[in-house]
């Protein structure tokens, strides 16, 4: 089968490189293992730590992606990246010059450039728009720590009541611990009974308190529940991210994989690109497990770190999987004693020159780019920039395919 892309992935950096090249008019074809870490993000989307992340880009090495990006680029990639998530359905707040904050699932409040809307968002991380506020939360449910949200809020000087409620389907999967998670949690809720149900129960016991928090298990495959029960209860709905997995990141991936499709994209789902081809110093092909051979002009490896499979480590290097390309591995050991320091393994991944090409042996392969996770030169957690990076490196190797 013949492409004019092909992109090894499927997770942030695969789908959003793949809407760019389709829109572009391009037969773009997606081959994915499985699920992506949006299965594990709060969906609260980090570009960097630091009140303005486009004067610390200045400051970054030349290895970092975001000074292969460029500054000059960076505006227009980060509003163009919001812009492919709306046209996707996934409705976000917040922009690139101006952070916000947003609770993580261990009650940290954490700065952030995009977050989904009805989220529970601060403006500075130090006072949010309302007085009082009734924590609402399933009995049982296992991955909403309520104490967290309720201390955070208290010393913003909240006033703060917390409620559990129950419901027959819920009670019924409380009887199996692991049925009692945020997807199966938000699909009993997604059905109009129990959505009734919940808002009798809201408006009985949350008083005059002026918000309704909730972990964010509103809206599985129903759209609007938020939106409708904030109607029910005449008051705001505000989420707050669970434990893995996590409700917006599930429904972020399948958007953006619905949005591809519609952009004539095709998905080769449950498909692992296990072997390839190359001629005169560029890839021709890959095959998945399954048989499938793709061929196409350019291919796009958008395989992650190891949550996704992309780089493989057995405590002494670190490897690319697919392809063998150049990694960084790092000198002095995989971590710190300080579990709290950042962890040098965190920064490594695969070499690219400064347009994203990828490297083997020294050499940049003329139509293999690497996005996303799996490049080196960036710690996702330290600099809290892993789906900023995942974003604006899919969009740049996307503009570089179509531009050429
Ligand atoms: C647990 C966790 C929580 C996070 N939380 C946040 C957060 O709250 N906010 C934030 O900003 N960032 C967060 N991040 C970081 C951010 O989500 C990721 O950096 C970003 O989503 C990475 O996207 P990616 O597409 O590069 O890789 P991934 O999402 O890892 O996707 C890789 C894809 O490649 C596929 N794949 C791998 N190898 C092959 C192959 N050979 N053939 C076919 N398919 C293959 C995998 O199946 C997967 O679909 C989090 C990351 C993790 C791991």
Redesign the pocket.
Known sequence: MRYDTVI????????MCGIEVARAGKKVAL????????H???????LYNAKRALEAIAALGAEHPYSKIGEDNFEQLTSRATEILNIAGIATVGSAEQPHYIITPMGKWRE?WLSMEGMLTSKDGVGVDFKSAAIVYPEGFLDFYTQFVVDHLQDMGVEVTTHAFALPELTVRRNNPTEMRSVSVARALDKEENIRALATIISRQVGSAEVVIMPAVLGFDAPDVRTRLERMVEREILTV?TL?PSVEGVKAERALKRAFESMGGTIFMA????SYAMEDGRVVSIT?NKGVTLTAEDFVL????F????LKGDGKRIDE??FGLDTVTPESGYTTRNIFEAQPFMSCGVVVDNTFKAVKNGVAIENLYA????LAGYN?VKE???????MLSALKVADDIINR
């Open positions: 090894i992935g499927g997770g942030l950096s695969a789908l081959v994915a293992t499985g699920h992506s870490s949006l594990f993000s709060s969906c609260s989307f980090g952030c991210p893995p498909h692992t690109a296990n998945t958008a395989s992650g770190s949550i996704g499979g992309g999987a697919l996005c996303g996770a799996v996702p809290g920039c892993g789906a900023g990076v995942a």
